[in-house]
């Protein structure tokens, strides 16, 4: 159980495009779910966190008007990289945590790998 | 000071070592501890939870000691297979429970 897809698992664009990335929880119901972004060999890096319903709370740094989340159900959240440049080519990971709130771990999807050229 | 500290290691031991694993976390008002493993250019897979008695999930053995705020791993038995990042996730009690992670240790498990 607790299974998180994430789509999808390769990019490639151009500087310039945007990028839809799919985060969907399958068996369960995500009420919170988290936007990592890791570069080689460095840590996760929290982006945000969206809540089912309500607008996205951004970590320091991270400008919402590029990286567009949405959390429209509580199964689905989607960010959104808008003109994507190639400093933005990263691995970017979602995770999703059940109802039962802090004590749930979280679940990550397989990470979607981004090159913007 | 870093709300969750790791030592990145690498930790190089060979086949059939045991390794142990510290990790410091700076809010007492911590609630929920967890390991994960990440392979290389993976993502981060649950490896189990920490709970306050301790537990113990075949080789691996998590420990919590809430007075000195720190969580610890130990495996048993090292596999090859056990070469990984391992990361612990505390997460900060009061609002939106945000995990946060430590920066991972690295081991290397060689024959």
């Known amino acids: 159980g607790a299974v998180v897809s994430q789509h999808p698992s390769r990019v490639i664009c151009k500087s310039g495009t945007s990028v839809k990335i799919e985060c969907r929880s399958l068996?369960?119901?995500?009420?919170?779910m988290f936007w990592y972004r890791q570069f080689p060999k460095q840590s996760l890096m929290l982006m945000a966190t969206?809540?089912?319903?309500?607008?996205?709370?951004?970590e320091q740094g991270v400008e919402k008007d590029k990286f567009l989340i949405n959390h429209a159900s509580l199964t689905l959240s989607t960010l959104t990289v808008t003109s994507a440049h190639p400093e933005d080519s990263s691995f970017y990971i979602c995770?999703?945590?059940?109802?039962?709130?802090?004590?749930?771990?979280?679940?990550f999807g397989n990470g979607t790998r981004l090159t913007v050229t | 000071r870093k709300e969750v500290e790791q030592d990145p290691g690498p930790f190089n031991v060979p086949e059939g070592a045991t390794v142990a694993f510290n990790c410091t976390y700076s809010?007492?008002?911590?609630?929920?501890f967890f390991w994960y493993r990440q392979d290389c250019r993976k993502e981060p897979k649950l490896l189990m939870s920490?709970?306050?008695s301790g537990n113990e999930d075949g080789r691996f053995t998590a420990q919590l000691n809430r007075a000195s705020q720190y969580i610890s791993l130990l495996i048993r038995d090292s596999k090859l297979s056990d070469s990984a990042t391992y990361l612990c996730?505390?997460?900060?009690?009061?609002?939106?429970?945000?995990?946060?992670f430590g920066r991972g240790t690295s081991l290397i498990v060689h024959p």
């Open positions: 995770s999703a945590r059940g109802a039962q709130g802090v004590i749930s771990p979280l679940h």
């Open positions: 068996d369960f119901q995500a009420t919170t």
């Open positions: 969206s809540n089912e319903g309500s607008k996205a709370t951004y």
């Open positions: 809010n007492s008002a911590s609630q929920s």
């Open positions: 920490v709970y306050s």
């Open positions: 996730v505390v997460n900060h009690g009061g609002g939106s429970y945000i995990p946060t």
